[in-house]
C-alpha cells in the first residue's frame, strides 16, 4: 500500500521559492499519474498539477509558468517547484495520484505565503 508523505514547505515572502517533495512509501513506477493538490483553508483540495509516468504535464491556470511539476521514478518521489509565490498560493499541499485515492493521502505540507 503505497502512502506519501509531503515535505518541503514553510514561510516565504511574496515572489519567493519553494521545492516540495513527495516521497511514496512503495514504488510510483507503476503509476500512470502523480498530481500535486492544495487546500486552503475554508475551501476544498484542489489539483494543481499533474504529471504522467513518462512526464507529460499539466497545470492549473493559476499556476502555469510559476510552478513546475517532475517526478523521479527511481526515487518515488515527485516535486513541485514553485516560484513567484503569492499570498494566494498558500495552502497545504498533498500529492496523490490522479484521479486521488482516499487512503493515499499523507500530512501534507503547509505552504504559507507573506506579502
Known amino acids: 500500500q503505497v502512502q506519501m508523505g509531503e515535505s518541503g514547505g514553510g514561510l516565504v515572502q511574496a515572489g519567493g521559492s519553494l521545492r516540495l517533495s513527495c516521497a511514496a512509501s512503495?514504488?510510483?513506477?507503476?503509476?500512470?499519474?502523480m498530481g500535486w493538490y492544495r487546500q486552503a483553508p475554508g475551501k476544498q483540495r484542489d489539483l494543481v498539477a499533474h504529471i504522467t509516468r513518462g512526464g507529460v504535464t499539466n497545470y492549473v491556470d493559476s499556476v502555469k509558468g510559476r510552478f513546475t511539476i517532475s517526478r523521479d521514478n527511481a526515487k518515488n518521489t515527485v516535486y513541485l517547484q514553485m516560484n513567484s509565490l503569492k499570498p494566494e498560493d498558500t495552502a497545504r499541499y498533498y500529492c496523490?495520484?490522479?484521479?486521488?485515492?482516499?487512503?493515499?493521502w499523507g500530512q501534507g505540507t503547509q505552504v504559507t505565503v507573506s506579502s
Open positions: 512503495g514504488s510510483i513506477f507503476s503509476i500512470n499519474v
Open positions: 496523490n495520484t490522479f484521479p486521488p485515492i482516499g487512503r493515499r
